[in-house]
């Protein structure tokens, strides 16, 4: 297996809606909101017109996207033995992806994840976990792990107690790592961990401009730049419109962002340039290369709803 995903696993649902549904509902645009009730989601939900649900959270977009470049991947996630469950796994399979998670009945029911696009295509997401953020380390397999090139990880998935036991077993057991820091919030609710992951644990980084700030506290993106130099590993930052920057082993490489696109929906921007520069990496590109590959494929998601090419 070339690439294992392990994150977690949430059934995407995409809506429409104006800003003043954000602001009714106390949310905060662009960003990601944890539900714990399940009922307070379900109210939230209730009154929204679907557009489409797919088989989705961030890592397993990416997995997704590297299984229709024609790699042989696999993921990991805990989805409960529920009508939301099987199709997830469905998804995931019709997708040519290796579900490596047996699905058994659990107390809470499969993740979901509303995602509200609003008229400016950004997109707020509103998340209830469910049995995905119950994954533990008896989740993941070592051997499977073992065999894999790369094991690509989320930051969403990073949490005190059972979550982060899965995270461990996996960084040990892997022959390289990557990891997405998913989330600003995310970036500053774990600030200490993530950056102990990035200096000593991690091999393949992404994040974006406003993550890569707020990981170092950095006043500037020249300060930022020069952190990621002098780590001397495979750190790739996205910067939407101006581009992408990938920090190979200390050496700068900038690949421009496409012009005049028909953006849509901004879901799985990042994932997707995740999966092309992975793809590169594993097929033997440049770094260059791979920022290119990346910068294709998030241009292409971007342009429809949803994160599936």
Known sequence: MRILGIGNAIVDVFCKVDYNFIEQNNLTKSTMKLFFDENEFKNLLKNLKIEKTVSGGSVANSIVALSQLGNDVGFIGKVNDDD??????????????????????????????????TPDSER???????????????????????????????????????????????????NKVAMSL????????????????????????FANEQEVLSLINAKSFDEAINFVKNLNKNFVITRGEKGAIASDNGEIIECAAKKNLNIIDLTGAGDLFAAGYLHGIINNLTPRESLVKGTELSSKIIQKIGARI
């Open 182 to 205: 998913s989330d600003l919030f995310c970036v500053e609710r774990h600030k200490i961990q993530f950056l102990e992951l990035v200096k000593n644990k991690l091999d393949i980084i």
């Open 84 to 117: 939301l469950g099987q199709k997830y796994e469905d998804g995931l399979k019709k997708e040519k992806v290796n579900f490596l998670y047996s699905k058994k009945s659990e107390p809470t029911p499969t993740g979901t994840c509303l995602i509200l696009i």
């Open 124 to 174: 707020t997401m509103c998340t209830f976990l469910g049995t995905a953020g119950k994954v533990n380390d008896k989740d993941v397999d070592s051997d499977i792990v073992k065999k894999a090139e790369i094991t690509f990880l989320e930051g969403y998935l990073w949490d005190e107690g059972e979550p982060k036991k899965a995270f461990d077993k996996a960084i040990l057991n892997s």
